[in-house]
């Protein structure tokens, strides 16, 4: 089980950027994928999920509105769409691999390594 999150960069208060989750040696469509990130000096705190059974997502308050999770069965991948990003937004964003749809870290065995998301003011 592998999972490469990719995407970030630096971008303007304002902007858009779209992450990916590409998942190796499992279906994606059978888990539960979350991103969570986790800015400097902070504990890292789930944003979204997508549910394995039918796709249906999930969001932190925080991001609601702005955060767009989806899944491309084609393609096993899941994307997080951020859009009106914020200076507070600037984090290293991961995604997970987990049973069930959940805002708990500990529901997540498998992780890929973080991609940084850096929004300037």
């Known amino acids: 089980v592998q999972l490469q999150a990719s995407g970030g960069g630096l971008v303007q208060a304002g902007g858009s950027l779209r992450l990916s989750c590409a998942a190796s040696g499992f279906v994606l469509e059978y888990s539960a994928i979350g991103w969570f990130r986790q800015a400097p000096g902070k504990e890292r705190e789930w944003v979204s999920c997508?549910?394995?059974?039918?796709?249906?997502?999930r969001y932190a308050d925080s991001v609601k509105g702005r955060f767009t999770i989806s899944r491309d069965k084609a393609k096993n991948t899941v994307y997080l769409q951020i859009d009106s990003l914020k200076p507070e937004d600037t984090a290293v964003y991961y995604c997970?691999?987990?049973?069930?749809?959940?805002?708990?870290?500990?529901?997540?065995?498998?992780w890929g390594p973080g991609t940084l998301v850096t929004v300037s003011s």
């Open positions: 997508i549910r394995k059974s039918d796709g249906s997502t």
């Open positions: 997970a691999n987990g049973g069930h749809c959940s805002g708990s870290l500990s529901r997540y065995p498998y």
